[in-house]
């Protein structure tokens, strides 16, 4: 079956630093990866998708690649701000599939 | 344009009780997702509702619990009988029709609490 698999411990990176983070899947490629950030009791909130056939995708701070080779997506959050410390999930959809399946997530601080 | 709605956003129910979670869509959206959250767990989804119809119940526990997304109202998660393994973090999510990676907005969830 498919995975998703983030690293569940906790990331703290100092503020003004690149945070990276890692996504690792099994199996064949999804069609898509995407990223979400998820706050203290709220839902997640959708930051990024990037597609199997792209290597990078970037957003303002934030920047995804997508390495089908290695089976992995890093996340990176530029010049880091203690507002962005929260919860990053990473999931994918299949070809066919709709639903979204995520992973457990990676806990990010940001030190001031 | 209001996002997600879901209420209650806390409820506590003691086992053997119901439970029924409500989910409205953003306006517009046709599609509708509920995700379960367990504590130091990830989101698993449940089921996948399109107006009056149960697209894909796969990740949804066969007993106890069922969903509805009538043509009027708001999707409606129900799990009868409840017992403290059902304690979670219940979240909806919905997009509009068209292509399926149509991007899904999350509601802030349902936290259920079974004594």
């Known amino acids: 079956s498919q995975k998703i698999e983030q690293n569940s411990e906790a990331l703290n990176i100092q503020e003004g630093k690149t945070a990276t983070l890692t996504c690792n899947y099994t199996n064949y490629s999804p069609a898509y990866l995407q990223w979400y950030r998820q706050d203290p009791g709220r839902g997640p909130v959708f930051l990024l998708l990037?597609?199997?056939?792209?290597k990078e995708k970037r957003k303002e701070r934030l920047k995804v690649t997508f390495d089908t080779t290695l089976k992995q997506s890093l996340f990176h959050i530029t010049a880091s701000q203690p507002a962005d410390s929260a919860t990053y999930l990473c999931?994918?959809?299949?070809?066919?599939?709709?639903?979204?399946?995520f992973g457990k997530g990676t806990r990010l601080h940001i030190l001031p | 344009n209001a996002g997600v709605m879901q209420n209650p956003r806390h409820l506590v129910r003691r086992r053997g009780q119901e439970a029924r979670l409500r989910c409205s869509p953003m306006k517009g959206h046709s599609h509708v997702y509920w995700y379960r959250q367990l504590p130091e767990e990830g989101l698993k989804f449940m089921v996948y509702l399109q107006k009056e119809n149960i697209i894909d119940e796969s990740g949804m526990p066969k007993e106890r619990f069922s969903a509805e997304f009538p043509k009027e109202g708001p999707s409606i998660l129900r799990i009868q009988q409840v017992v403290r393994g059902d304690s979670a973090a219940y979240f909806c999510a919905s997009r509009r029709a068209g292509l399926a990676d149509n991007e899904q907005f999350f509601g802030p969830g349902t936290r259920l609490t079974v004594l």
């Open positions: 999931a994918r959809r299949g070809n066919r599939d709709d639903k979204i399946i």
């Open positions: 990037i597609r199997e056939n792209e």
